[in-house]
């Protein structure tokens, strides 16, 4: 990878992704594609490789984040506040490119959205049981109390 990683890095980014890009989109004006998904329309795309070479270089770069993650998780371990700078949906969305996962087993950001909506939700309820158990231990606290205190004077 060391020796030939740069030579085939040339030759795909300068070769390669044209010629593929050219003939795709030559088909494409031919109708010889079908029409892309609505999500896809107007959005420019890059061929990805699955060679072993390449995925042998995409790797490098998983190995970059994950000491990247370990130094944030250092610095946060004394500010935890530097967890904030790292957006962990868009750092999952890398991996998963860079890896090359299937996008059919992420989901969509409104799936998350609603699933965070929908736990937000129940953990808003959950507190609020929560302080309605505690006022009535203490209004049961109190009622004991006074009662007791009625039994002693009488």
Not at 66 to 92: H, M, N, R, W, Y
């Amino acid at each position: 990878m060391v020796l030939l990683g740069p030579v085939v890095g040339r030759a795909t980014h300068g070769i390669l992704d044209p010629v593929i890009t050219r003939l795709f989109n030559m088909m494409y004006r031919a109708g010889q594609l079908p029409e892309p998904p609505e999500i896809l329309q107007d959005q420019d795309f890059t061929p990805v490789y699955l060679s072993p070479l390449a995925k042998a270089q995409r790797g490098s770069e998983i190995g970059d984040i994950e000491a990247f993650l370990g130094d944030v998780q250092a610095i946060a371990s004394v500010l935890p506040q530097a967890l904030d700078k790292i957006d962990e949906d868009k750092t999952i969305d890398v991996l998963a490119r860079i890896r090359g996962i299937s996008p059919e087993i992420i989901r969509e950001d409104e799936v998350i959205a609603r699933m965070r909506q929908h736990r937000a939700e129940q953990d808003q309820m959950i507190a609020q049981l929560q302080m309605a158990q505690g006022a009535a231990g203490i209004a049961k606290d109190g009622a004991a109390a006074e009662k007791a205190s009625a039994e002693a004077k009488a």
